[in-house]
């Protein structure tokens, strides 16, 4: 069913959503439109495992992409104005 697979998309966006780390990770992503994993540890004092955890989240519900240069993985938001949808969804 279309609509099924519609609702799975919707739970797995909002379960990523679901984690304040993450929502500062979409945050940070919406000030600046690259960071690498190593710029996720600095920022939010986070070790290499936690932050790669919470990316491959964002990643699978499809909120970021990645693009691997060299050995450096880079996110950014898939939809910019992302982080303004789902503040309207708290208003």
């Given amino acids: 069913l279309p609509q ?3 609702i799975q998309r919707i739970a797995s966006v909002t379960k990523a959503f679901s984690d304040p780390i993450r929502l ?3 945050y940070l992503l919406s000030k600046q439109s690259d960071l690498c994993t190593c710029e996720f540890e600095e920022l939010l004092d986070l070790s290499q495992s936690k932050v790669s955890y919470h990316l491959k989240i964002l990643l699978d519900a499809g909120v ?3 693009e691997i ?9 898939r939809n910019p104005k992302i982080l303004e949808q789902v ?5």
């Fill in 4 to 6: 099924e697979e519609a």
């Fill in 24 to 26: 500062k990770m979409v």
């Fill in 64 to 66: 970021i992409d990645r």
């Fill in 69 to 77: 240069h060299g050995s450096w993985s880079h996110y950014s938001l």
């Fill in 87 to 91: 503040h309207a969804l708290s208003q």
